[in-house]
């Protein structure tokens, strides 16, 4: 669906990504990890168009430099850390918001009955139809997270990028959402490439794992691989697998009880 050819990118002139190459197949989920500065959310926005780059990023293997902007939206929608709130809509509104692409077309760009039912369905996807009519000045950060998603939705993208999606959402929401997006990306047509600082969310989400380490890859492949090596301690610069330890640990201590390696989904 998505390939990356050396690709390079950054700010000003200066490059903070330098020669990033990857494959992206239908039904995948794809985390980016690495610590602050290093690419990622940089990486998200190459891949976006958003920013200038360097070498060859294809959607079905047509380059997106060739494509219109409006083309490459109708493929992949980003769903980033939430920004202020400029304009306070309604949740219902704003979700509608991501069917623009779909009425660009129409006179006066009003939205059609397929427009406002598939808002609705995006807005029961993610469990707030029934507060569709609230402004979203008025809502939590978790809320306020799950309307982007559902506006992210509402655009009918093949791929969805996310840059640290999880952010303002508290344990049960994070775990809600990333249960919802290995449920979507598995439906046909559809991937996932997400930015996360979380490790444990990222072992739940990915199939695939890219560390990256000042701009380059330090780790590409399989989640297990990537996590199992010894790179994770060296571009962290720290025991990242006995921090996780030392963690379960607690949690036996205060709770009493020994921990039980369990089965994840």
């Known amino acids: 669906m998505l390939t990356l050819k050396n690709v390079s990118a950054g700010y000003n002139g200066y490059d903070v990504l330098k020669n990033i190459s990857l494959n992206i197949s239908e039904g995948e989920n794809l985390c980016i990890i690495g610590?602050?500065?290093?690419?990622?959310?940089?990486?998200?926005?190459?891949?976006?168009?958003?920013?200038?780059?360097?070498?060859?990023?294809?959607?079905?293997?047509?380059?997106?430099?060739?494509m219109k902007r409006a083309e490459v939206a109708k493929k992949m929608a980003?769903?980033?850390?939430?920004?202020?709130?400029?304009?306070?809509?309604?949740?219902?509104?704003?979700?509608?918001?991501?069917?623009?692409?779909?009425?660009?077309?129409?006179?006066?760009k009003q939205p059609s009955v397929k427009d406002k039912e598939y808002t609705e369905k995006c807005l029961k996807a993610v469990d707030l139809y029934?507060?569709?009519?609230?402004?979203?000045?008025?809502?939590?950060?978790?809320?306020?997270?799950?309307?982007?998603?559902?506006?992210?939705?509402?655009?009918?993208?093949?791929?969805i990028l996310l840059d640290e999606p999880t952010n303002h959402l508290d344990l049960k929401n994070q775990a809600e959402l990333i249960d919802f997006l290995k449920n979507w990306s598995k439906e046909k047509g559809h991937a996932v490439i997400g930015v996360l600082h979380d490790l444990n969310l990222t072992m739940k989400l990915a199939d695939n794992i890219l560390l990256l380490d000042k701009g380059e890859i330090?780790?590409?492949?399989?989640?297990?691989?990537?996590?199992?090596?010894?790179?994770?301690?060296?571009?962290?610069?720290?025991?990242?697998?006995?921090?996780?330890?030392?963690?379960?640990?607690?949690?036996?201590y205060y709770t009493g009880e020994p921990f039980k390696l369990r089965k994840v989904n």
């Open 218 to 252: 330090a780790a590409y492949g399989k989640a297990t691989d990537v996590i199992s090596s010894k790179l994770l301690n060296k571009v962290y610069d720290m025991d990242v697998a006995g921090y996780m330890t030392d963690s379960l640990k607690q949690w036996e």
């Open 35 to 66: 610590p602050n500065g290093c690419g990622k959310t940089t990486l998200i926005k190459a891949i976006a168009g958003l920013i200038p780059h360097t070498g060859n990023i294809k959607i079905n293997d047509v380059n997106i430099l060739s």
């Open 130 to 159: 029934s507060l569709k009519d609230k402004q979203i000045n008025t809502l939590s950060g978790g809320q306020l997270q799950r309307v982007y998603l559902a506006r992210t939705l509402a655009q009918e993208p093949k791929i």
């Open 78 to 108: 980003v769903m980033s850390q939430i920004s202020s709130i400029y304009f306070s809509y309604t949740v219902y509104e704003t979700v509608l918001l991501g069917r623009y692409l779909h009425m660009k077309d129409r006179s006066f």
